[in-house]
Structure formats: C-alpha cells, structure tokens
C-alpha cells in the first residue's frame, strides 16, 4: 500500500487545489483496503488525471456487487470507509466487471 499512496502522491504534486492530493490518498487508500480486506485477491489501481479531473478505480476479482453499507454510530472504525467516500468525492459508484468489479471516485479539481 505504501507504493500506491507514493505514486498517488507523485502523479497529484501539482494537481488540485490545497488538500485535494491529501483527499485522494485517503480515498484510495480506503478503497484499497476494502477491496483487500473483503476479498482477500488482491486489487489494481487505476488512476486517470485530466486538468479537471482525477478519477481513480480499485478493481477486484470476486464477483457480485453487495449494497454499501452505512456502519452504525458506535462501530468504532471499522466500516466507515465508503461513507468517506461518499462524503468527500465528487462522484463515486461500483460498476460490475465480467471478473469482479470497480469502485470508483472522481475529484474534479482542475490545475492548481
């Protein structure tokens, strides 16, 4: 994971306004982690940059599509990373693939 926040970090240097690399890195980074820890198959990230806009996709390989769900208030701090999602992307959604699927969120931003 270290290597996808560097990466990340390197291709949004000058991308965005203040914050919006910080604000990627988390959301790929809760991405990342779902798709790790509830597949357990591993995950490739994709990320497009165009001056105004990022779009970033973690695909998995295990079928099927289950509805996000919202953590209840005392969960603690699990579960909570597709509500960050939503909270603080542009857009967001899962798009079934013939092997697997993709979540994705776009960050529209522009040239800093």
């Known amino acids: 994971m270290p290597e996808v926040r560097?990466?990340?970090r390197e291709l949004?240097?000058?991308w965005g306004g203040p914050g919006a690399a910080d604000v990627a890195e988390l959301l790929t980074s809760e991405l990342v982690t779902n798709a790790l820890?509830?597949?357990?198959?591993g995950a490739v990230v994709t990320?497009?940059?165009v001056p105004e806009q990022l779009r970033v996709e973690v695909r998995d390989f295990v079928p099927g599509i289950a509805p996000p769900l919202v953590p209840p208030a005392d969960d603690g701090t699990h579960?909570?990373?597709l509500v960050l999602v939503?909270?603080?992307?542009d857009s967001w959604g899962v798009e079934d693939q013939e092997v697997g699927k993709v979540v994705w969120?776009?960050?529209n931003g522009g040239a800093a």
Do not use: M, N
């Not at 820890?37 to 198959?41: C, K």
């Not at 939503?86 to 992307?89: V, Y």
């Open 6 to 8: 560097h990466a990340l």
């Open 47 to 49: 990320a497009t940059v």
């Open 105 to 107: 969120f776009e960050l």
């Open 37 to 41: 820890i509830h597949t357990e198959h």
């Open 86 to 89: 939503e909270a603080l992307a």
């Open 79 to 81: 579960g909570r990373g």
């Open 12 to 14: 949004l240097r000058r």
